[in-house]
């Protein structure tokens, strides 16, 4: 059984939306609905950051583009670091009105949102080559959670609608301590959040601790635990953690997976259909934004760590096959966690990684080698981000998956 969001093959309709994007955003001359449309101030909560973050500057971007489409009828107010909602209040704010659009992260809320929540898992099914997670893996979360029916009921269950998804580069631990061997690893106590990190964690010998993000820098300089379970980008942006976390510990952990953006879903509904199309595409540029600045700020955290001289990279050589094998087994063994609206799991989870395989062939195809796990593949990998140019791989998930989201609207 394949499920239909990973058919590549265009329907007619879909070949017709795909000329709509193609020609690009409508003119002035067809904007009649215009005319009708209410003005309204957009409320957006963001607790991961401010405007400036990578997160923020890609919704920025996207709020500016339909602001300007809608000719200033729709303007937006933006709450940044948790300022009207915190992590675990967005998903209910949004649905309650408290706030029109908001970031949500699922495994978070794994009781509201048990399949996103068992769809993190899907993040252990990547390389950590940061290339290929972040646009490869980025681009099987974004069509995954636009068009996977038991979860976009389930989002609607909670009256918000998706629009969109994405996945960060791979997480690696950034420790206050030297790791180089198992028995370095032993009893070390690891910031893990969610199963699919803290099982690694295990694996490695390692105690997986619950730590509130907005406390983990403090956490770590005060030695309360040992080690950040997060992508390597917090050495210079976020919690900037290369003063209390000098030791960069590049094993390879799962990629948070589907960070997702939601909106009221009576606010989406109450938009015309030319809107909804246009923010449709706008939510897929948003994505490719925020893969190109995933690419950006791991490309400074290169810097500092090909440095040496504030961070020290730790040989993972022992711990890296380790963490494999675990990564392994948790995907090969997702199906039997799956929630009941989740129909043929099996099925889904070897099409979900047939899906990553695509992603990735696309990009080798474009000259991206997945990068091997040693330190000085690691690091020569960093060094090359700045000339990976994306817009290619961008449009080909126009091309093959846009047309059929504009389509279901």
């Known amino acids: 059984m394949k499920h239909a969001f990973f058919r590549t093959a265009l329907s007619a309709a879909a070949m017709a939306a795909a000329t709509m994007v193609a020609a690009g955003p409508a003119t002035a001359a067809d904007k009649e ?37 809608t000719e200033g009828k729709i303007t937006f107010e933006n709450y940044w670091s948790s300022s009207l909602l915190g992590a675990l209040d967005t998903l209910k704010g949004v649905g309650d ?13 794994p009781q509201e949102l048990p399949v996103g929540s068992w769809l993190f898992g899907l993040g252990a ?28 009921q389930e989002y609607a269950s909670h009256n ?3 629009l969109q998804a994405t996945a960060t580069p791979a997480y690696n631990l950034l420790c206050n301590t030297p790791i180089t061997t198992l028995e370095d690893a032993k009893g070390k106590r690891a910031r893990a959040i969610g199963a699919v990190w803290s099982q690694t964690v295990e694996a490695l010998g390692m105690t997986p601790v619950s730590i509130a993000w907005n406390e983990a820098y403090e956490g770590l300089q005060r030695g309360v635990f040992d080690c950040m379970v997060i992508n390597p980008n917090q050495y210079v942006d976020g919690l900037v ?54 690419l950006e700020i791991e490309a400074k955290a290169g810097d500092l760590i090909a440095a040496g001289e504030e961070i ?24 039997e966690s799956a929630p009941g609206t989740v129909p043929d799991p099996q099925a889904f989870v070897e099409s979900y990684e047939e899906r990553i395989a695509y992603w990735t062939d696309a990009l ?10 040693t330190p000085e593949a690691i690091l020569e990998a960093f060094s090359g981000l ?5 817009s290619d791989f961008y449009a080909k998930f126009n091309d093959e998956v846009t047309p059929s989201l504009l389509n279901q609207q």
């Open 33 to 69: 609905w215009l005319a009708d449309l209410e003005p309204q101030v957009l409320r957006l909560a963001d607790f991961s950051g401010d405007q400036n973050a990578n997160f923020g500057k890609a919704m920025v971007q996207w709020e500016e583009a339909i602001t300007e489409f």
């Open 97 to 109: 009105g408290v706030a029109d659009i908001g970031l949500i992260i699922p495994s978070y809320m």
């Open 125 to 152: 099914a990547l390389s950590g080559s940061t290339v290929h997670d972040v646009a490869a893996g980025g681009a099987a979360a974004l069509e995954t959670v636009l068009t996977f029916d038991p979860l976009i």
């Open 160 to 162: 918000v609608k998706v």
């Open 241 to 294: 953690l290369k003063d209390v976390a000098p030791e960069y510990v590049p094993v390879t952990m799962a990629q948070l997976q589907a960070s997702t953006w939601v909106i009221n879903l009576d606010v989406w509904e109450s938009f015309p259909k030319e809107l909804q199309d246009f923010i449709v595409q706008e939510n897929v540029r948003a994505a490719y934004n925020i893969w190109k600045g995933y």
């Open 312 to 335: 020290h990279t730790n040989d993972i050589s022992e711990l890296e096959p380790v963490a494999r094998q675990q990564r392994s087994d948790y995907v090969a063994n997702l199906s």
């Open 364 to 373: 080798e195809q474009q000259g991206y080698k997945v990068t091997e796990r």
């Open 386 to 390: 700045r000339d990976v140019d994306l």
